[in-house]
């Protein structure tokens, strides 16, 4: 069945499918959904939860939100956060109120990082970036939690309806850190409901999948004190590390690329990724590549190929030994360089646009 | 020990010295504050925690603050509430920033009371009933928890600081809304510090000991960050029971009376009362009463006699056996209609004055 809306596979470690079948997802059809975007059409984006009510929203043109957050941790982002803005962006073009919550006060909390400081990186960094990849500030609603009384009020209601066994459950940790960022986060996630109940879609990676089940549970036991409407998620897999890992991660640098990158750097990292090559050319020339396997070819198809004809011909031209994996890997690296710059100078025309306060969100 | 600063004992059935001795507190010595009140004078006010860094404080006319909330769960208040208001106006009257917060977000989570309807009951009784017992508006930060974003912003970092098993040894429980409720009344117990580091005294029940001790181990560890001065504590004793219970409870309404209450209702839970007289007049003339066990003469000395001599002499009187119990009972009765309508005027006053918008507050 993931075959079917993956038509270019994946070898990915991680069997998606029986994440699927365990968390009792839904399986993402992209015929759903007016226009996919790629990482929809790709199979990139998987499963979801409560969709139908989402894509009716969006055909009928009803209002509902798609929301996501930022941890001004660190002034880097990474594929995963990339993903997760173009479905964001995707909602906002059809129609979705667009919600961005800065997770300032977990930033202070869980990593010492002082208020003033986490908003000055929102505005320098993230909130850039998020515009150079496709998010449309006028359409977006921006708030910092620190200044936002209402997700508390809900994050204390949440505090008082979750048992401490079902945070147990959901988290494995019960420490007090713990259920404080758990319940904002559930309050920032009904946020948008606060003052008028609507659909909503979370698009995040499938390790997130705790928090919105807990919200979830959360919104099924409050019917009658708010009557918020029932949340969709959306999921998408991880790009895998360059080696061949599950997840591109920071504590393996070598295999992944953040954004920003120097893309020099970025090229030297696909050249030494694992590819779905053959041992010698001849046997390439002759069985064609293992493209299941090669994380360069998921890595063009998940970030850097946008038009789908370009894609299949690589596809083709390498699972049929006519391109090697040293001419996959340079495309990859042309391609990758492009974008690098490109991010980078989308990233800096925002980043002026915030310092002379020319960003105009919606509150 | 305990005697000394207790001239007229006391026969309540918990061992005030026994939880000095357990708690590690102070014993609360009225000589060292000027103008001691009523509740100082008499061993009502019994102990503390560092009470040395606020006498300094009024001595050296330093800045410090004390401080309180309202749970506007009802529109009722009890004799636990108007100690704290009467040891809040003292030092208030001796230089103390004081400051009111009105807990309603955790009213709201806990009781199910709407935000409005908390803001509504806090400015319509608790406020003017706190200004009836001698608050002093003008000098008094008024604020409301679902308004304050600075006190999130420490119970953050409570959540991140306290650990697990502390909350378990602290509350027995672990469940998130205790530990949301916790966290949060940190935040309240700090938030007057928030700007600015200064000596604070919390005067409160015996019972509320666990939160004084947990706020105190927070501060104990974020020196680096913040710089909190470590809080103060007051304690006073319980307004027993008229049926010499420890205390007054709601479970258990002939043996007590509640602000407002009617004063007929109040003369006929009095006339109930347990009291020291003697089984016979002849008896009594000859030995006296047991003025240690009763409960009567212990509402006198704790709110309806202010004069000490006039206590003094009431406790000679019964003591001698001159007075009986019916005597001292029309006595408390006369006092307590005398308060409780001089109560309900000035409660009447302020919340005229609160409909008016004419109470100022510093914000």
Avoid at 7 to 36: C, H, Q, T
Avoid at 62 to 89: C, D, Q, W
């Amino acid at each position: 069945m993931l075959k079917l809306i993956d038509p270019w596979g994946s070898a990915l470690p991680e069997d998606y499918a029986k994440i699927i079948a365990d968390f009792g997802l839904e399986v993402f059809n992209p015929r759903d959904f007016p226009d996919p975007n790629r990482l929809m059409r790709r199979g990139v984006v998987f499963a979801g939860r409560d969709l139908k009510r989402i894509s009716e929203a969006i055909r009928g043109r009803k209002k509902f939100y798609a929301l996501s957050g930022i941890m001004p941790t660190s002034e880097r982002i990474h594929f995963g956060n990339k993903m997760v803005i173009e479905n964001l962006a995707y909602f906002q073009k059809h129609g979705a109120k667009t919600v961005i919550c800065v997770a300032d006060l977990e930033a202070a909390a869980v990593r010492g990082i002082p208020l003033a400081e986490a908003r000055k990186r929102a505005l320098d960094f993230h909130i850039p970036a998020y515009i150079a990849l496709g998010l449309d500030p006028r359409k977006t609603l921006l708030y910092f939690q620190s200044d936002n009384r209402d997700v508390m009020k809900i994050a204390f209601e949440a505090a008082q309806k979750i048992t401490y066994n079902e945070f147990r459950a959901t988290y494995g940790s019960t420490e007090p850190g713990r259920i404080m960022s758990a319940v904002t986060q559930i309050g920032d996630i009904l946020y948008p409901q606060f003052k008028e109940s609507m659909p909503g879609i979370i698009p995040v990676g499938i390790d997130q999948e705790p928090h919105i089940r807990l919200t979830r549970d959360f919104v099924a036991r409050t019917h009658a004190s708010h009557k918020f409407t029932q949340i969709s998620s959306l999921y998408h897999k991880y790009t895998p590390s360059l080696d061949g890992g599950l997840k591109m991660s920071k504590s393996l640098p070598e295999g992944s690329i953040d954004l920003p990158e120097d893309p020099k750097t970025a090229c030297a990292k696909i050249k030494r990724a694992l590819t779905g090559g053959r041992d010698t050319l001849e046997e390439h020339r002759r069985l064609g590549a293992v493209v299941e396997k090669d994380m360069v070819f998921e890595l063009l198809k998940q970030h850097l190929v946008e038009d789908d004809k370009e894609l299949q011909e690589i596809y083709d031209d390498y699972k049929g030994g006519k391109m090697t994996s040293g001419e996959l890997k340079q495309i990859a690296c042309d391609k990758i360089t492009e974008f690098l710059k490109d991010f980078e100078e989308k990233t800096a025309q925002a980043r002026e646009l915030a310092k002379a306060k020319e960003l105009h969100f919606i509150i």
